[in-house]
């Protein structure tokens, strides 16, 4: 009894995992212009498997019905994407990412952020705490004489 107890349940256990039905999933990911986009990483959420686009833009990743795909590129922004939708419609697009970068003038004549770092600190070199403190002590000293001077 106890073996036909273990083999049902086995059986059972099995087909349970059978339901999970993973398949290989294969889709191009395209910009507005529906060029190829290379170099995409691709991760499904709920197995974290992963893959990168080709030259053509295509990529395959095994999922479940239920999955859903992240798709990233440094010049493009992110995008999540369900598994239904792949199945309907295999290309993805990415919409592209514009980046301002600030201008930048090279010159023989530019001033290096040490050199001007330098020059504010230069004070520094000519500055002395000990003169400064001999000086606070006679300050000090001539502060207690007069104290002393208007309270007799």
């Known amino acids: ?11 059972l256990f099995l087909t349970s995992f059978g339901q999970i039905k993973r398949f290989l999933i294969q889709a191009q990911v395209v910009d507005q212009y529906n ?4 170099d995409v990483y691709i991760v499904n959420l709920d197995n974290l498997e992963k893959d990168i686009s080709q030259k053509n833009g295509v990529f395959s990743v095994w999922v479940s019905p239920s999955d859903s795909l992240v798709l990233s ?14 199945l309907v419609n295999p290309k993805v697009e990415l919409i592209s990412e514009n980046v301002d970068i600030p201008e930048v003038v090279v010159s023989p004549e530019q001033v290096s952020e040490f050199d001007k ?10 500055y002395d705490p000990l003169l400064d403190f001999e000086w606070l002590k006679r300050k000090a000293t001539r502060l207690q004489l007069s104290q002393q001077n208007t309270t007799t």
């Open 1 to 11: 009894m106890k073996t036909l107890f273990t083999i049902l349940f086995s059986i």
């Open 35 to 38: 060029n190829p986009i290379s």
């Open 73 to 86: 590129h440094i010049s493009y922004f992110r995008k999540i994407v369900s598994v239904h939708t792949l």
């Open 117 to 126: 770092a330098e020059k504010n600190l230069a004070f520094m070199k000519e």
